[in-house]
């Protein structure tokens, strides 16, 4: 049975797919890594981009020595696996995607951006500045924000998955997404997944953007039924 890849999303890092783990058949080989600046890894030299992301995949993949797997990408990581198999197919079984955002525009990303200025999020919500201070450690949690806005900001001003990228995605994809997201819309979802040449769609209930709040069971069976395991 093909490995499984679980890919974090922007300002995350891999140990957040711990409650997922136990859900998880296990004859199914699982792995998940931090991508550069997450997690504690250091910083790239290179651009702290999705292109250089995918590229990061792919060359992990390589140097794992996995020819071939399916994967589950929350948020950004959905959008990393999908701009990777653009590149590369071939590395790609199939891929599962959870509140990953495709309708970027230059008002989409200010309205992310702002949310993402350390001072602020120090004062209104300390437990989530903390908790990010935490999971980047040795990194400056800091840089990390203010590199993440960056990114975001040249997404709003060119997409990296366009409707035509999309369209030329050959492996099977789902595009899941929570009913009470307040990120990833059900609609951009939605069309996303009609330009899929062999996309699907999925709708959470009860479901928010953020993993700390996920129905981790309920997302166990929607990628137990998408990815087919026995």
């Given at each position: 049975m093909e490995p499984l890849l679980l890919l974090h999303g922007a300002l995350g890092a891999k140990d957040q797919f711990a409650p997922l783990l136990s859900l998880l058949p296990a004859a199914v080989p699982v792995y998940s890594f931090n991508l550069p600046g997450h997690?504690?890894?250091p910083f790239p030299d290179g651009p702290f981009r999705i292109e250089a992301f995918a590229q990061h995949?792919?060359?992990w993949l390589d140097a794992q020595n996995l020819a071939r797997v399916q994967v589950f990408g929350y948020s950004m990581g959905g959008y990393v696996a999908l701009k990777a198999a653009r590149l590369h197919p071939d590395r790609f079984s199939s891929i599962f995607t959870l509140a990953t955002k495709?309708?970027?525009?230059p008002e989409a990303a200010q309205k992310e951006v702002t949310k993402l200025n350390p001072k602020v999020l120090q004062e209104k919500v300390p437990a989530f500045?903390?908790?990010l201070k935490t999971r980047h450690a040795p990194q400056d949690w800091q840089e990390v924000l203010h590199r993440t806005a960056s990114m975001m900001e040249q997404l709003g001003q060119k997409?990296?998955?366009t409707a035509a990228e999309l369209a030329q995605i050959s492996v099977p994809v789902c595009i899941a997404v929570g009913d009470r997201d307040q990120m990833a819309s059900v609609e951009e979802s939605l069309a996303a997944s009609r330009q899929l040449a062999y996309g699907q769609f999925h709708v959470l209930p009860n479901?928010?953007?953020s993993l700390e709040q996920l129905d981790w069971p309920l997302l166990a069976s929607a990628l137990q039924h998408f990815f087919s395991y026995a």
């Amino acid at each position: 049975m093909e490995p499984l890849l679980l890919l974090h999303g922007a300002l995350g890092a891999k140990d957040q797919f711990a409650p997922l783990l136990s859900l998880l058949p296990a004859a199914v080989p699982v792995y998940s890594f931090n991508l550069p600046g997450h997690g504690g890894e250091p910083f790239p030299d290179g651009p702290f981009r999705i292109e250089a992301f995918a590229q990061h995949l792919l060359s992990w993949l390589d140097a794992q020595n996995l020819a071939r797997v399916q994967v589950f990408g929350y948020s950004m990581g959905g959008y990393v696996a999908l701009k990777a198999a653009r590149l590369h197919p071939d590395r790609f079984s199939s891929i599962f995607t959870l509140a990953t955002k495709f309708n970027w525009t230059p008002e989409a990303a200010q309205k992310e951006v702002t949310k993402l200025n350390p001072k602020v999020l120090q004062e209104k919500v300390p437990a989530f500045a903390e908790a990010l201070k935490t999971r980047h450690a040795p990194q400056d949690w800091q840089e990390v924000l203010h590199r993440t806005a960056s990114m975001m900001e040249q997404l709003g001003q060119k997409p990296v998955l366009t409707a035509a990228e999309l369209a030329q995605i050959s492996v099977p994809v789902c595009i899941a997404v929570g009913d009470r997201d307040q990120m990833a819309s059900v609609e951009e979802s939605l069309a996303a997944s009609r330009q899929l040449a062999y996309g699907q769609f999925h709708v959470l209930p009860n479901t928010k953007h953020s993993l700390e709040q996920l129905d981790w069971p309920l997302l166990a069976s929607a990628l137990q039924h998408f990815f087919s395991y026995a």
